[in-house]
């Protein structure tokens, strides 16, 4: 490096001690100035640039019109660009004219000369992808100023010391170079306008974190309008802000069901491929190695694929921040070193007291980021896992619905999936905590020596403990919802069934089954309770016994070593650092062993056997008519007998009919059966068109009337009013005392309110259809709803 920087007027050694530390008015040498300093900021930009690509390939947003900040920030870069150009066409002008310039004089300004050009390259690339609020650029230009601002002194106190500016042209560029990239730095803070063409916000209160700039994301000003409202007055629910677009179900539940379908297809491919070797071997061969296992397709791979970008992103933000955790010891350590030296410059106390306090804000700054982001992705965790169960429940075979119970079902969308939740947040301990641990181990062996053998040894004797505990309280889990899945299974019936109870006086009789499945429940909870009381106790004492016994002993085996304060500071801190993965991991076990059981359970109900979606053919029917069956045999599981014989069926098109017939006839069986929801066991089945279906059974969320039409959509006065008219509910609307806006719930208005069904028409979009004692159909054909039968 000091060949680079050459010799004579202008050159000067890349480091001086004696200029830079053992000095009361410290300063750097030119070479470090002109080379280190210079390139930091574009090897930064250099570096996070093919990941930022990257990621602005995959997430365009429409492009932003030329505004005149963007022709401003745009302008500033070229200037930037002709500036260092300057200065290398000027060091080749000293090339010529006989007084050679050092080789750092050539190579920095074509380095910062080509890092301004891309920049303002991605400023433009930027706004094609729609980007409002650049961090990757605030950054830059921040190092940028940052790594200046020791040059912008040095040139100073050098004129003044000399009395004259010995090179007036370097001198003046790079005072204008300071004045510009601190321009782009105030400009890139600015927010961009929207992009064009995107998409129009119907939400009234949309989240402003969408909208906000990098700057805004960093400190979470975007939320400080809510904080302020919440002081001022109780938040209701209105004030709250609608989800993000990438937190919605539409977003998520779609993401995960295609990686899930990409697990299934890999499983039937790898299902296929072991049939066909099995075919081609030699029956020895076969006896030899073996049966393998039916490879299932794995729930949590299908996870991990979805939300794998923002585990990483997490994983950066954890891996940063615990870094960052161990540079305070170290600068602790320099501080008591600087107090107890009266020979050290003062400037050396105010340098480490600077960094302590840099590093702290940092450190906060990015674990705040990584709880957000953590936290952000266990709610779409839950949010995923929901949506994908509940969609199975839909499709699932009545064989499969005699097995998993209703309770079965609400338990894995309760209970199993807010479990997922409840682990996301610690998962990236199952890597951090062993990293913090080596560390901290490691700076604690430079410290103390072989003394921290005694505390290893003490966290290994822990750790069979700990995974016995662990083992006994999977064991118990798996038991605990056996009983919660019977308990919620027996609720339901008694529930449902409630009125016959009451008729009949067996209320003490159910009242025993729940109270009995409720203790054998509780007996497991008390038995994993307390092994999870006794694991955290342990694993609490473990800091305090791991730091008396590691300075215990440090202090017991020689008489030579002296705990004075250096060592016991940065030892206390250190162990501090270590208490923390050491109180997470039992926690962390514990949701580990809960987590794996609810996996399996998920992942065992994504598997069963679904509906086959084919079964009604919808593309090809006998002109003229709607509905055709011929020699249809149906059957609500393979194992029971068909509930529906050799049915030959023809509707014409635009056709009323009326399936009458005694109760256990068949006629809600031939419904389902038109809708695919039995089973086929011979014959075809034609439909024309989409179908909208209308069950006996009520289902009125406990809203508004207004809130059950519109269900969650914005409202449209003139659609809304369209949708009345064509479910005849105008008149029903002025005998209710408060017409639209009446109060109605489940079996609450059954005598006064129609059963309502939500159904797509072309001709009045989403409404609600009317039901009666008798199922219905109703078809969509030319933009008009013609009922196929009432």
């Known amino acids: 490096m000091d060949a680079l920087c050459g010799s004579g007027e202008l050159g000067s050694k890349f480091w001086d001690s004696n200029l830079s530390v053992h000095t009361d008015n410290p300063d750097l040498t030119p070479c470090f100035q002109n080379s280190l300093l210079a390139w930091a900021p574009c090897v930064y930009l250099w570096a996070a640039l093919p990941c930022y690509l990257f ?17 401003l920030k745009t302008a500033l870069g070229v200037l930037l660009w002709c500036i260092s150009w ?90 204008i170079y300071f004045a510009l990239v601190l321009s782009a730095l105030i400009l890139s803070c600015f927010r961009e306008k929207p992009p ?24 979470f000003w975007w939320f400080t309008k809510m904080a302020i409202l919440g002081y001022k007055r109780p938040l209701e629910l209105q004030d709250l802000w609608s989800l ?12 995960l069901l295609g990686e899930w379908k990409k697990q299934q297809e890999k499983a039937v491919r790898h299902q296929a491929a072991e049939a066909a070797g099995k075919r081609q071997s030699s029956e020895g061969e076969v006896l030899l190695g073996g049966q393998h296992q039916a490879r299932e397709p794995s729930f949590l791979r299908a996870l991990l694929a979805t939300f794998s970008s923002s585990f990483l992103l997490s994983m950066c933000f954890k891996l940063i921040q615990d870094l960052l955790s161990f540079v305070n010891p170290q600068l602790l350590s320099i501080l008591i070193r600087f107090i107890s030296n009266p020979m050290a ?56 619905k005699r097995e998993s ?52 040894a003490l966290m290994i004797l822990l750790m069979p403990l700990n995974g016995a505990v662990a083992m006994k309280m999977r064991a118990f889990q798996v038991e605990q919802m056996k009983f919660k899945d019977s308990r919620i299974k027996l609720m339901s019936e008694i529930l449902g069934g409630i009125k016959v109870l009451k008729l009949y006086a067996w209320e003490p009789s159910f009242l025993e089954q729940v109270e009995g499945i409720r203790q054998d429940e509780l007996r497991l909870m008390r038995r994993s309770a307390f092994l999870h009381a006794t694991s955290t106790f342990i694993w609490i004492c473990t800091p305090f016994l791991v730091t008396l016994i590691t300075l215990g002993v440090y202090v017991s085996v020689d008489q030579n ?38 996996l399996k359970r998920i992942q065992h109900f994504l598997s069963q056997d679904e509906l086959d979606p084919q079964c009604v053919e919808r593309k090809i029917i006998t002109p003229g008519y709607a509905v055709t069956i011929h020699n249809g045999t149906f059957t609500w599981a393979r194992d029971l007998p068909p509930s529906l014989h050799s049915l030959d ?33 011979e014959g075809k089945v034609y439909m024309k068109g989409s179908v909208a279906y209308v069950p006996q059974q009520a289902w009125i969320q406990n809203c508004t009337l207004q809130e059950n039409v519109l269900f969650g959509q914005a409202l449209d006065p003139k659609r809304y009013h369209r949708a009345l008219e064509a479910c005849a509910l105008l008149a029903d609307l002025e005998v209710l005392p408060g017409g639209d806006q009446t109060e109605i719930g489940e079996k609450v208005l059954a005598k006064q309110v129609y059963y309502w069904r939500r159904l797509t028409c072309e001709q009045v979009g989403a409404v609600e259809c009317l039901g009666g004692q008798v199922e219905g159909l109703c078809r969509v054909q030319g933009g008009q709803r013609k009922e196929e039968s009432t």
């Open 345 to 400: 410059p003062t400037w050396w106390g105010f340098l480490v007291a600077g960094l302590m306090f840099v590093c702290s804000v940092m450190q906060t700054l990015i674990l705040h980021q990584y709880f957000h982001c953590i936290f952000v992705m266990g709610l779409r965790f839950r949010t995923g896992i929901i949506g994908v169960i509940y969609r199975k429940a839909l499709v699932i075979t009545n064989s499969v």
């Open 55 to 71: 990621y602005l390939r995959r997430h365009h947003r429409g492009y932003i019109v030329l505004s005149r900040l963007s022709r």
């Open 86 to 175: 300057a200065d290398l066409f000027y060091s080749f002008h000293g090339l010529v004219h006989g007084w050679a310039p050092a080789p750092i004089f050539f190579v920095t300004p074509l380095v910062v000369g080509v890092t301004m050009l891309l920049a303002t390259l991605l400023i433009q690339y930027e706004r094609l992808q729609g980007v409002q609020s650049s961090g990757v650029l605030i950054i830059f230009w921040f190092l940028c100023v940052l790594c200046a601002i020791i040059p912008f002194r040095s040139k100073i106190l050098s004129a003044v010391e000399k009395g004259k500016i010995s090179d007036p042209f370097r001198f003046s560029t790079f005072y």
């Open 196 to 219: 064009l063409f995107s998409p129009k916000d119907f939400d009234t209160n949309p989240c402003p974190e969408t909208k906000a700039g990098f700057l805004s994301r960093l400190s």
């Open 561 to 598: 070593n002296v705990l004075d304060a250096e060592k016991a500071f940065v030892s206390v801190s250190l162990f501090n650092i270590l208490k923390i993965p050491l109180n997470m991991l039992p926690q962390l076990i514990s949701n580990l062993a809960q987590i794996s059981v609810s």
């Open 649 to 681: 069926i023809q509707v014409p098109k635009g056709a009323l009919v009326a399936v009458v017939g005694p109760v256990g006839c068949g006629k809600s069986s031939l419904v389902s059966a038109l809708l695919g929801e039995m089973e086929k066991l």
């Open 244 to 255: 993000n677009k990438e937190d919605r179900s539409q977003m998520v539940v779609q993401r």
């Open 405 to 456: 119970t209703v309770g079965e079902i609400v338990n894995l969308m309760s209970v199993d999936a807010q479990r997922f939740m409840d682990v996301v947040p610690f998962l990236n301990l199952l890597w951090s905590a062993p990293l913090q641990i080596i560390l901290a181990m490691y700076f604690l062996w430079q410290n103390l020596g072989p003394s921290v053998l005694a505390g290893i």
